[in-house]
């Protein structure tokens, strides 16, 4: 759980002050950088496992897809924010499953 | 640095339609405009708030908030997470739902907090 | 057990009227108990078919602007457009008529229902589409158009008559498909983290914005519905039940499911049954 609010925390507070802080822009022509890859690859295996319990978001595939399309770019750092905040969405939903899992009336 | 600032501005345009929380980043947005927005904030979705219009009336209304909040870290929890409160609430859980960035909910807790 | 699906087999093959024979699940009938009982409480001066006005149900002015429409509903050349379709021969010389049973103001009612050999619920539009590939046709979309325009037909032909889903007793499989339906019902989802039942539940009669709540009661007795928003959408304004469900996930910004898969169609099965004894009213205008 704290986990998961580090990452929404960290993903979601992105400033311009803080964009430094984020890894793989050094590599400037390198548009696929494991680390970029490897966060997108984690957001979509986090996301099906959100699809499989039937609790996936609307847009968290359009910002895997986003993160993908950036990668391709020379500076990447908006493709990792992007991946890392489609993985803090698909979490999110998966813990929504589980809190959900006794959903039913209050009458 | 400068490069990466546009390039994230840059995304901020492109994704502009959904990607709320980077749109934030620009700074853009003035304090009434992310809790009116429908966007972003859109609280008056379910609260009625002065100066708003077309106010839903499933929330109550965001009044004197002074004398509600004397501790202003507790209005900002709420807009955090409401369901810590009250786990059936229908308010969305702004914060830990990631719908508006960290600063995005400073600005409406300041909007709300002089209301 | 086995007693009972032979029944509900013969019951699918004879028709309607043996298949209301099969009795309804005492959980389910308490659910619909409790669940209309929550309305009446809230709304004691209504009546259980006013409920089924949606959001016009809950403002006076706004009723009075929906029954001025519907003197003149905006839609009425597509209701004749579906009586044409459901009266045009396949290619074979069958008609729809051929799939279904009884005359055509009795077929509405007949949906969604378990259908205990194929182990799951059936809705209209599955069975349009079904009767179509049955007789060498192609199908046709789901949400809208053609499809909408023969639903709208069958449920403004049977204005009037009695809403009754039935969950057969002692039907395990037809329990977990309700169940599923109902869990579906009041899940809080997608990134806003809200259920059917806060909005059309907790909330009905009060604003969200400028729009009224409806009552999740009564909210299947008019589909597909004609929508001033469909409208302006491109197509002509109509839309299925399903078409609807679609949307309202995705205001709360939750993935919409594929129509006509199970998750909507179970959702389907509870929300009609949740309406049991009320009238269709036929297709109506929303905004």
């Keep these: 759980m704290k986990k998961i609010l580090l990452i929404t ?21 390198d548009g696929s950088s494991d680390t970029v890859k490897a966060a997108i690859a984690a957001a979509t295996a986090e996301n099906k496992k959100a699809a499989k319990v039937g609790f996936e978001w609307r847009d968290t595939v359009k910002f895997i897809k986003k993160a993908t399309k950036l990668s391709a770019t020379p500076c990447n750092s908006s493709a990792l924010t992007m991946a890392n905040m489609a993985k803090a969405q698909a979490l999110d939903a998966q813990k929504q499953a589980k809190d959900q899992a006794n959903a039913g009336p209050s009458f | 640095m400068k490069k990466i600032i546009s390039s994230i501005s840059a995304v901020s345009a492109l994704a502009a339609l959904f990607v709320m929380p980077l749109e934030a980043g620009a700074k853009e947005m003035t304090d009434e405009e992310v809790t009116f927005g429908r966007k972003a904030g859109n609280c008056l979705a379910c609260h009625m708030i002065p100066g708003g219009n077309l106010p839903g009336t499933i929330g109550p209304p965001l009044l004197a908030m002074k004398a509600r909040f004397p501790n202003k870290a507790d209005l900002r929890a709420q807009i955090w997470d409401a369901t810590v409160k009250n786990p059936h609430t229908i308010m969305p859980p702004f914060g830990k739902h990631g719908i508006l960035t960290e600063g995005q909910i400073d600005q409406v807790v300041n909007y709300i907090y002089s209301k | 057990m086995k007693k009972n699906i032979t029944i509900i087999a013969l019951a699918a093959l004879l028709g309607s009227s043996v298949a ?233 910004r939750a993935k919409p499911f594929k129509v006509h898969k199970d998750e909507y169609t179970n959702l389907e099965f509870f929300h009609t049954v949740m309406s049991n004894g009320m009238e269709i009213s036929g297709t109506e205008y929303r905004q």
Excluded at chain 3, 115 to 134: P, Y
């Design chain 3, 20 to 252: 209301i024979a099969a009795q309804q699940s005492a959980q389910v009938q308490a659910d619909i108990d409790a669940f209309q009982n929550h309305f009446k409480a809230k709304f004691p001066e209504m009546d259980l078919d006013d409920f089924s006005k949606g959001p016009y149900s809950m403002n006076e002015d706004k009723l009075m602007q929906f029954e001025n429409i519907m003197e003149m509903p905006p839609f009425e050349d597509s209701l004749d457009k579906g009586e044409q379709l459901w009266n045009t021969a396949f290619k074979n010389g069958k008609t729809y008529s051929s799939c279904f049973n009884g005359p055509v103001e009795k077929i509405r009612t007949q949906f969604p229902r378990w259908n205990a050999e194929a182990g799951k619920v059936e809705n209209l539009e599955a069975m349009i589409n079904k009767c179509r590939t049955d007789n060498g046709e192609k199908k046709i979309g789901w949400k809208k158009g053609k499809m909408a325009f023969i639903s709208a037909y069958l449920t403004t032909a049977a204005t009037g008559e009695e809403i009754n889903v039935i969950v057969p007793e002692g039907d395990e499989k037809a329990l977990a498909a309700y169940n599923k339906g109902k869990k579906f019902f009041y899940s809080k989802r997608g990134q806003l983290n809200l259920s059917c039942a806060n909005c059309h539940i907790d909330s009905v009669g009060k604003k969200i914005r400028g729009d009224i709540l409806s009552p999740a009661l009564g909210q299947i007795t008019h589909f597909p519905v004609w929508r001033g928003k469909w409208m302006r959408k491109k197509g002509n304004g109509f839309g299925t039940i399903q078409r609807r469900y679609g949307g309202c996930n995705k205001q709360v």
């Design chain 1, 9 to 29: 925390t960290a993903v979601f507070s992105l400033s311009t002050y803080s964009a430094d802080l984020l890894p793989s822009c050094h590599n400037w022509n």
